[in-house]
């Protein structure tokens, strides 16, 4: 099978003072593995394996709403809450219906039931989804606390969205 490499010419003529002329573009085929050149890596982007179910819950609608897309754009399927309650009665109800997530992608401070809440209800849950914690208000006591819990990561905001994705295409 041939391979479609297109390139430029040198410069023609010229003493590198005065704009050079170039040399139109030439195609030639190639089988990949003659290529003498090596083939520079494609820009790392963390893509996911599978598509995981991901429960994203986060009180503030724009940052939820930016973190759901970035992940639908990686293939995973996004539900999202906006609250601890809500966050917790859609686990119940997925798990009722024999439709468990994958990963809980949880804000740490929400109104009501907040992301470590929900991370110590699930720690004495058998066959619990792994969860992702997110917070502003990030110290070492609480990352301790939350390893402890069996968070899988927890990140301060704000943070690079790569770092979610790797996170989540390593589970």
Not at 41 to 47: D, Q
Not at 77 to 94: I, K, P
Not at 126 to 137: N, W
């Amino acid at each position: 099978m041939a391979t479609v490499v297109a390139f430029r010419a040198a410069p023609l003529g010229g003493t590198g003072r005065e704009p050079a002329r170039v040399a139109p573009a030439r195609r030639l085929q190639t089988p990949l593995a003659m290529m003498t050149s090596p083939v520079l890596p494609a820009p790392r982007r963390a893509v996911a394996r599978k598509a995981l179910r991901v429960l994203l819950a986060e009180d503030d609608s724009a940052l939820r709403s930016m973190i759901g897309d970035a992940l639908r754009a990686d293939g995973h399927q996004v539900t999202e809450a906006s609250n601890g309650h809500e966050l917790l009665a859609l686990l119940t109800r997925e798990r009722l219906q024999a439709r468990a997530f994958d990963v809980v992608v949880s804000d740490l401070a929400m109104p009501g039931v907040g992301g470590m809440a929900v991370l110590g209800r699930l720690y004495h849950e058998p066959l619990a989804p792994p969860v992702v914690l997110m917070t502003a208000f990030g110290d070492p006591e609480v990352h301790s606390w939350a390893r402890s819990l069996d968070a899988v990561a927890m990140f301060d905001k704000p943070f690079d969205l790569d770092d979610l994705k790797t996170v989540l295409l390593n589970l």
